[in-house]
């Protein structure tokens, strides 16, 4: 569509520099008033909820890297931390490895790499902030091995957020889906008591898609949780929200 547009556009400039016809003059239109200014963008509040939830909707980046290392070197995994420093304006700054326990300067390499063009919403503030945030490099992250009690939904929740790039993986693979601006990811299921999961539903999506609908089904049934001495079934919703 927007050739086309570009096109007319043109032939109506050429039409308008066409020699000109004996007509009587006629007065000018008056302007159209100008258009109101488009308001500024609200300033982001960088607090912690804010730089977690942006900070984890790219976490595609970061299990890219870790993904792309284990094919070479299968058995890297470990924790890493970093600190992250971003000027008032968003950009990213500085960053910094805190600590390492993958034993890979590849790992390190990459996410230098892909994290650098990092940018998040300008802030209400005038002074720069700092973040650490840690990385844990499992095949799957679970809540620990202790079964003495019932899991809390603050523990599902925050191993459900860890996956988010799981669920990101299948949203990049998705060809149909427009990937630009803010889209947003729900499921729901039930955790046995054993970990496993289980009555995996889909409950929001970008767009109708069946493909990338089967492609998260089959990756969250893969999830394990800590598993707990009760007969209790803990049903769980969660949406993501990922920033392209």
Not at 42 to 59: K, Q, S
């Amino acid at each position: 569509m927007a050739p086309t547009l570009k096109i007319l556009v043109t032939g109506l400039l050429v039409l308008a520099c066409s020699s000109p016809r004996e007509t009587t003059q006629t007065p000018a239109p008056a302007p159209p008033p100008a258009a109101e200014p488009a308001p500024a963008p609200t300033p982001a509040v960088w607090d912690t909820d804010f730089l977690a939830e942006w900070i984890g909707a790219r976490n595609l980046d970061v299990t890219t890297c870790y993904e792309s290392i284990k094919v070479r070197v299968p058995e890297t995994g470990g924790k890493i931390r970093v600190r992250l420093r971003f000027s008032p304006d968003g950009h990213l700054d500085s960053l910094v490895f805190l600590s390492n326990s993958t034993g890979s300067a590849d790992l390190e390499t990459c996410m230098k790499r892909r994290m650098k063009n990092w940018r998040i919403p300008k802030g209400t503030g005038s002074e720069p902030i700092w973040v650490e945030v840690p990385y844990e490099f499992t095949d799957w992250i679970s809540g620990g091995d202790s079964a003495d009690s019932i899991r809390t939904a603050q523990e599902i929740r925050d191993i459900s957020l860890s996956n988010q790039s799981i669920i990101g993986q299948c949203l990049e693979s998705a060809t149909s889906i427009n990937k630009s601006g803010t889209l947003s990811v729900g499921i729901a299921f039930s955790i046995q008591p054993d970990g496993s999961v289980r009555d995996v539903r889909v409950t929001q999506l970008p767009e109708d898609d069946e493909s990338l609908e089967l492609c998260i089904l089959n990756r969250v049934r893969q999830w394990k949780f800590r598993p707990v001495n009760s007969s209790v079934i803990q049903p769980f919703s969660i949406t993501y929200t990922f920033t392209f």
